[in-house]
């Protein structure tokens, strides 16, 4: 059995590879697949925390690279899904401890254990960048609705492109009501500029805040939103056909006068 | 009537914002297709010598005036060629 590495990647920092690796880690986990993160910000790693796992380091990436431990030392089982394992990234070396070759190879053991080898990549363009995708099948863009997280993220596309890796789309935190307003790039704005096959939409959620701080991530819980934009994401890498909501849909003049004066009347206590 | 209009206006977010994003749209679409033409310089001399092959087949043209440039304006980008001809090759 050989699995599927997809390396979830953005250009720009802070758009949320590392929420959207540890919520599809999580939601595949609990559809039953096999699951691998493998944070390849080497020298800032971050998915540990996020899934709250960073006491229970003991080896790492480089670690397993460099020979000073076996590749299953250094997986750490997740403790609320026992299909889910995270490798971490070292904290001390730099991006340049490790070769895109190494990384392709490691890549390949893997797949040979897991169904989904996810890998986090680090922003930029530069050897972190390279070492990520070395060892990848596919990749997932991660983008806001912004134009400095689109200009990058067009410019990582090329570049996959150029690899020849297949890529697909996720937009992160887009906010209904801007897009409601016309003050926010839609999905379909997005795909038209991006011209890329879209993956899913996750809407901003303060859910994602508070999962966060608690180390663990939205698709546990099934109260936000978010977790059910990441549940859809799960179905839809796995094959399923499965509809992307439209979050920018106006609804006709009488339902949004309707919204208003309810919003207008709970918020003077009427 | 103000106050009015002001409740209306809030009420259907119509206003000062409601259509940033075209801007945005406007914006991104200039910005990428300026990085997206930027191309490598081997990619360029290709180019180039491509461009004299084709031009050589019905001019006989001078390789070393040619000049080459991407210019940009707000509303577009160019390609700039200036290639200065001899003369025309004969029909056959």
């Known amino acids: ?270 | 009537m103000t106050a009015i209009a002001e409740m209306v206006r809030k009420w259907f977010g119509k206003g000062d914002d409601g259509d940033s994003k075209n801007i945005a749209k406007d914006r991104l679409r200039l910005v990428l297709v300026h990085d997206r033409s930027m191309l490598p310089p081997e990619t360029l001399d290709a180019l180039r010598s491509e461009l004299i092959e084709v031009v050589s087949r019905y001019f006989e043209v001078d390789n070393a005036t040619l000049s080459m440039d991407v210019q940009r304006t707000r509303e577009s980008w160019a390609l700039m060629v200036n290639l200065p001809l001899r003369r025309a090759r004969s029909a056959s």
């Open chain 1, 1 to 270: 059995m050989d699995g599927r590495a997809i390396v979830i990647t953005s250009g720009k920092g802070g758009v949320g590879k590392t929420t959207v690796t540890a919520n599809l880690g999580s939601v595949l986990a609990q559809n039953g697949c096999k699951v691998c993160m493998i944070d390849a910000d080497i020298g800032l790693r971050n998915l540990d925390v996020v899934l709250g796992l960073e006491n229970r380091i003991v080896y790492h990436l480089v670690d397993v690279i460099a020979g000073r431990c076996r590749l299953k030392q250094a997986l750490i089982r997740d403790k609320r899904n026992e299909n889910l394992y995270l490798l971490p990234a070292s904290q001390s070396d730099d991006k340049n401890a490790v070769e895109p070759e190494q990384m392709r190879q490691l890549c390949q053991d893997l797949k040979k254990e897991f169904d989904y080898t996810l890998i986090d990549c680090p922003a930029g363009i530069e050897q972190g960048f390279r070492n990520a995708v070395a060892g990848a099948n596919q990749a997932v863009i991660v983008t806001t609705p912004e134009v400095s997280a689109i200009r990058d993220a067009d410019r990582i596309i090329g570049l996959l492109h150029a690899q020849q890796i297949e890529t697909q789309l996720i937009i992160n935190r887009l906010n209904a009501e801007l897009v409601r307003r016309g003050d926010m790039l839609d999905q379909q704005d997005v795909i038209d500029i991006l011209a890329i096959e879209l993956l899913g939409i996750v809407p901003e959620d303060q859910g994602i805040v508070i999962s966060t701080n608690k180390g663990n991530p939205a698709a546990f819980s099934e109260e936000y939103e978010a977790s059910k934009a990441f549940w859809r994401i799960g179905r839809r890498l796995r094959g399923e056909i499965v509809p992307i909501p439209n979050f920018s849909e106006n609804g006709s003049l009488w339902s949004r006068l309707g919204k208003k004066l309810s919003d207008t009347f709970r918020r003077t206590g009427l």
